[in-house]
């Protein structure tokens, strides 16, 4: 089947790094995917990584490791706006994307 | 950037309407839009997949005859939920890939809130 695992919270203070970290089952892996969701808005891209190791963009990075079906993302100083559910996604060969659950970030002064 | 708009963003009706819900790629041509569900504090669950000018694929478990979708042209897709009843209250979002560009990045629209009483 597939699958993909986060945790469901994360708590940080301002100014601190956390990483979130999601590991996954598939038969068909195309790519990771992160997305930011803020309350009742609309999901928006973060970040992707197809092959292995880290990619940086501003303040947060995702890392990809192939072999270990595993990636996190890495988010450094922290900024009460990033209080937000964050997912990992795989993309599927018809470009679709499986979404994990979710982490639920809060981001405390 | 690519923007994708959803019309209306928010939708009541009575048990047993339909609710057509319009997903646009204002400024890009989308071949491939994606349409997800989202039920409160859960993950987004793709529903199908609308490739334009062919019949839509849908996830296992969703009834093509109940979310009935068409992609007409290269910026549109709808989806309309047939006969709607209250368990289909949920946030309906759509997403679209750009024709020819990185097939990893989807862009979202606003969500549709639809409660069905």
């Known amino acids: 089947g597939q699958s993909l695992e986060q945790p469901s919270e994360v708590t940080a203070v301002e100014g601190a790094i956390v990483q979130i970290n999601c590991t996954y089952q598939?038969?068909?892996?195309?790519?990771l995917s992160w997305y930011q969701q803020h309350d009742g808005g609309a999901p928006t891209f973060l970040s992707y990584?197809?092959?292995?190791g880290l990619e940086e963009t501003g303040r947060f990075s995702s890392f990809l490791s192939r072999s270990d079906s595993y990636g996190y993302l890495l988010l450094q100083e922290l900024q009460m706006k990033d209080s937000a559910s964050y997912f990992c996604?795989?993309?599927?060969?018809?470009?679709?994307?499986?979404f994990g659950s979710g982490t639920q970030l809060t981001v405390l002064p | 950037g690519a923007v994708v708009s959803q019309h209306p963003s928010r939708v009541i009706c009575k048990s047993g309407t339909s609710v057509k819900i319009e997903c646009r790629s204002l400024?890009?041509?989308?071949?491939?839009m994606f349409w997800y569900r989202q039920f409160p504090k859960q993950s987004l669950m793709l529903m199908a997949t609308s490739n334009e000018g062919s019949k839509a694929t849908y996830e296992q478990g969703v009834e093509k005859d109940k979310f009935l979708i068409n992609h007409a042209s290269l910026t549109l897709s709808t989806l309309t939920v047939t006969s709607a009843h209250p368990e289909d209250s949920s946030f309906y979002i759509c997403?679209?890939?750009?024709?020819?560009?990185?097939?990893?990045?989807?862009?979202f629209g606003p969500g549709t809130r639809l409660l069905v009483l």
């Open positions: 598939t038969s068909g892996f195309y790519g």
């Open positions: 400024d890009f041509q989308a071949t491939t």
């Open positions: 997403s679209a890939t750009v024709a020819g560009g990185p097939g990893e990045t989807q862009y």
């Open positions: 990584n197809a092959l292995d």
């Open positions: 996604a795989f993309s599927g060969s018809a470009r679709q994307l499986t």
